[in-house]
C-alpha cells in the first residue's frame, strides 16, 4: 500500500485547509487510517484517526472541535479538514495507515506542509 497525501499550503490564522490522502494497492485489511503532524525538532505527534470500516473517530485535544477526519472507502481516501486554523498548526502533516492485526502505523504517505501565519 502506498499512500499520496496533499492539499497543504500556506493560509493566514483562521483560515481553512483540507488535506487528502490517497491510498494505492491492497487496503481491504486497512484498521485505522490517521494523520501526524512533526515540527523541526519535535517527535512527530497524533492529530486525528478514524476506523477505516467503523468510522470511529479519535483527535488529539488541541484540535477536536477544529479538524474533522472522514473517508471515503470507494476512493481509498481519507481527509482532514481544518479549520480556525492556528499558527500553532503550522507542521508538516503525514497520514499514515494501520494494519488489522498490527500494532503500530507502518505506512505513511510522504508528508505536505501547513503554513499558518499570524
Known amino acids: 500500500v502506498q499512500l499520496q497525501a496533499s492539499g497543504g499550503g500556506r493560509v493566514q490564522a483562521g483560515d481553512s485547509l483540507r488535506l487528502a490522502c490517497v491510498a494505492s494497492?491492497?487496503?481491504?485489511?486497512?484498521?485505522?487510517m490517521a494523520w501526524f503532524r512533526q515540527t523541526p525538532g519535535t517527535e512527530r505527534e497524533f492529530v486525528a484517526s478514524?476506523?477505516?470500516?467503523?468510522?470511529?473517530?479519535a483527535y488529539e485535544e488541541s484540535v477536536r472541535g477544529r479538524f474533522t477526519i472522514s473517508k471515503d472507502n470507494t476512493k481509498d481516501t481519507v481527509y482532514l479538514e481544518m479549520n480556525s486554523l492556528k499558527p500553532e498548526d503550522t507542521a508538516v502533516y503525514y497520514c499514515?495507515?494501520?494494519?488489522?492485526?498490527?500494532?503500530?502505523?507502518?505506512?505513511w504517505g510522504q508528508g505536505t506542509q501547513v503554513t499558518v501565519s499570524s
Open positions: 499514515a495507515r494501520r494494519q488489522i492485526g498490527r500494532s503500530s502505523y507502518e505506512w
Open positions: 494497492g491492497l487496503t481491504f485489511n486497512t484498521l485505522l
Open positions: 478514524i476506523g477505516w470500516y467503523s468510522g470511529n473517530t
